[in-house]
T-cell receptor, first 111, second 118 residues
Framework: KQEVTQIPAALSVPEGENLVLNCSFTDSAIYNLQWFRQDPGKGLTSLLLIQSSQREQTSGRLNASLDKSSGRSTLYIAASQPGDSATYLCAVYAGNTPLVFGKGTRLSVIA | SAVISQKPSRDICQRGTSLTIQCQVD?????MFWYRQQPGQSLTLIAT?????????ESGFVIDKFPISRPNLTFSTLTVSNMSPEDSSIYLC???????????????FGSGTQLSVL
């Protein structure tokens, strides 16, 4: 059974700092991995999707990497801003099974 | 990408009552899903809403508690029946899309319904 773990559970950083969020999964037979952002009490916004054949994806200040063989992904946020404060979730998709989510990392960026 | 409208955005309900959550998509989609996120937990899939047939429920979820309708390819409802405080969660509908380009299929979410049961 696929399990997704995100470390740390919570993170507080000063504005301007670069940071890395970690996601690990137990079964490397995935189709893709997706990073989402969730603001309090809100739905999810898809940030980046990495196919199993890819190693990274970039969007603006965000860069997500994937090492499928080791079951790891990282989300790198450059020059963090208070507006980046949210919960970040990673989820893996194995084709014909439901998306499996981690519990998320709650990020606070202090001005 | 699909625009997903979900309502209500939040509600406070009494124990024993039922609430129906609506999900409207601005384009026809084949796959629609309903998720639940309990406080401090990750998202859990409740069911896949199938157009024209019964929903497919995940382990731990049953139709009597979470009846789902999917009358067409752009609309679905989830009802939380006979609610108890343990049903207090965020409920999210999502759709699977296949955007052009190398990304392949991608999951998009509605804005969620925050339900509190007293």
């Amino acid at each position: 059974k696929q399990e997704v773990t995100q470390i740390p559970a919570a993170l507080s950083v000063p504005e301007g700092e670069n940071l890395v969020l970690n996601c690990s999964f137990t079964d490397s037979a995935i189709y893709n991995l997706q990073w989402f952002r969730q603001d309090p009490g809100k739905g999810l916004t898809s940030l980046l999707l990495i196919q199993s054949s890819q190693r990274e994806q970039t969007s603006g200040r965000l860069n997500a990497s994937l090492d499928k063989s080791s079951g790891r992904s990282t989300l790198y946020i450059a020059a963090s801003q208070p507006g980046d404060s949210a919960t970040y979730l990673c989820a893996v998709y194995a084709g014909n099974t439901p998306l499996v989510f981690g519990k998320g990392t709650r990020l606070s960026v202090i001005a | 990408s699909a625009v997903i409208s979900q309502k209500p955005s939040r509600d406070i309900c009494q124990r024993g009552t039922s609430l129906t959550i609506q999900c409207q998509v601005d384009s026809q989609v084949t796959m629609m899903f309903w998720y639940r996120q309990q406080p401090g937990q990750s998202l859990t899939l409740i069911a896949t809403a199938n157009q024209g047939s019964e929903a497919t429920y995940e382990s731990g979820f049953v139709i009597d508690k979470f009846p789902i309708s999917r009358p067409n390819l752009t609309f679905s409802t989830l009802t939380v029946s006979n609610m108890s405080p343990e049903d207090s969660s965020i409920y999210l509908c999502s759709v699977l899309e296949y955007p052009a380009g190398p990304e392949g299929e991608k999951l998009f979410f509605g804005s969620g319904t925050q339900l509190s049961v007293l």
